[in-house]
């Protein structure tokens, strides 16, 4: 098993930016991918970016890229989701997920075994 605490979610103004991380604990030997998640109210979740652990090769959804970083850290199994010019339609509940097990393909189509419990992030308009 794998467990995934997410931090970093707060208030901030149209423009601002943050920084969430993505601590893993348990098995975590086995991760190959991290990917970062969000769900606005009302609305299905959505993917925002992903990270392959072994290269560093990132994917992004159109709407964040540009504006947002996803990086990871092996060594300390944390992931991190860098936020900047956040708009309002940025805000929703920030969920991060874990590929545990070997995967080397399309980060499109990755399908992810573990989440996190969420963290939120509110862009006022």
């Known amino acids: 098993q794998v467990q995934l605490v997410e931090s970093g979610g707060g208030l901030v103004q149209a423009g601002g930016s943050l920084r969430l991380s993505c601590g893993a604990s348990g098995r975590t030997f086995g991760i190959s991918v991290m990917g970062w998640f969000r769900q606005a109210p009302g609305k299905e979740r959505e993917f925002v970016a992903a990270?392959?652990?072994?290269?560093?090769?990132?994917y992004y959804a159109d709407s964040v890229k540009g504006r947002f970083t996803i990086s990871g850290d092996n060594a300390k199994n944390t992931a991190y989701l860098q936020m900047n010019s956040l708009k309002p339609e940025d805000t929703a509940v920030y969920y991060c997920?874990?590929?545990?097990?070997?995967?080397?393909?399309?980060?499109?189509?990755?399908?992810?075994?573990?989440w996190g419990q969420g963290t939120q992030v509110t862009v006022p308009s």
């Open positions: 990270v392959k652990w072994r290269d560093d090769t990132t």
């Open positions: 997920a874990a590929v545990a097990g070997y995967y080397d393909g399309d980060l499109r189509r990755a399908s992810y075994d573990f």
